[in-house]
């Protein structure tokens, strides 16, 4: 069974990848929205985003990258609850989406 141990072992590692890597562009994504946010004079509420996506897309070069979608809240008032969202292609923020407004990112944050 020296087959099946190094499959598994090789899902198990890529499984652990995947894992650290959605951690590293998680906290990319919270500081590229707090930044926004400043930036904005928004609050972000919750201090955190959540993934609402996940799909594999090609960039410029045309390599393969995960593209990964999360949504937050911010309030502009301090009574209000209102959705954002940020993507991310491999490491680079593409685009941060406050209510109406877009705001462009083109930097590689980690």
Not at 52 to 66: I, M, S, T, V, Y
Request: net charge positive.
């Amino acid at each position: 069974m020296p087959g099946f141990e190094l499959a598994s072992l090789a899902i198990l590692g890529g499984l652990c990848w995947l894992w650290f890597d959605s951690l590293k562009a998680r906290d990319a994504a919270i500081a590229a929205t707090r930044r926004a946010c400043a930036t904005e004079g928004l609050l972000l509420l919750d201090d955190t985003v959540a993934i609402a996506g996940l799909k594999p897309d090609r960039d410029a070069d045309g390599q393969l990258k995960l593209r990964r979608v999360y949504e937050f809240e911010y309030s502009d008032t301090g009574n209000n609850r209102r959705k954002g969202s940020v993507v991310i292609r491999g490491s680079r923020i593409l685009v941060i989406n406050i209510g109406l407004r877009l705001v462009p990112e083109e930097r590689t944050l980690h």
